[in-house]
């Protein structure tokens, strides 16, 4: 699977961007989907995820400020950033395929090329 994503750009504190993966082939249905990023000197971290049925997870450090959501129709998967903060500016990158574990997404194969989010104070 191919994924590509979109939506990145420059914020300032408090604003909303909504992020957008769009995946190849006809199987999205069933794959489990994930956003990560990674900011400059730290390692990539897992942002939220959602498995084929919808069941969403989200790290503490985005919870009750982004929702991620799903449109099998369309294959592709949103992520939608409110509250953004300094904090949330990193590269962010779309996974697909990835499987669960004691309820732990774990990545699969496929990763996007990534699209960068800033957020200004």
């Known amino acids: 699977v191919q994924l590509v994503e979109s939506g990145g750009g420059l914020v300032q504190s408090g604003g909303s961007l909504r992020l957008s993966c769009v995946a190849s082939?006809?199987?999205?249905?069933?794959?489990?989907m994930a956003w990560y990023r990674q900011a400059p000197g730290k390692q990539r971290e897992l942002v939220a995820d959602?498995?084929?049925?919808?069941?969403?997870n989200y790290g503490d450090s985005v919870k009750g400020r982004f929702t991620i959501s799903r449109d099998n129709a369309k294959s592709t998967v949103y992520l939608q950033m409110n509250s953004l903060k300094p904090e949330d500016t990193a590269e962010y990158y779309c996974n697909g395929d990835g499987y669960y574990s004691d309820k732990k997404y774990f990545p699969g194969g496929a990763w996007g090329q990534g699209t960068q989010v800033t957020v200004f104070s």
């Open positions: 959602i498995s084929a049925e919808g069941t969403t």
């Open positions: 082939g006809t199987l999205f249905r069933v794959y489990a």
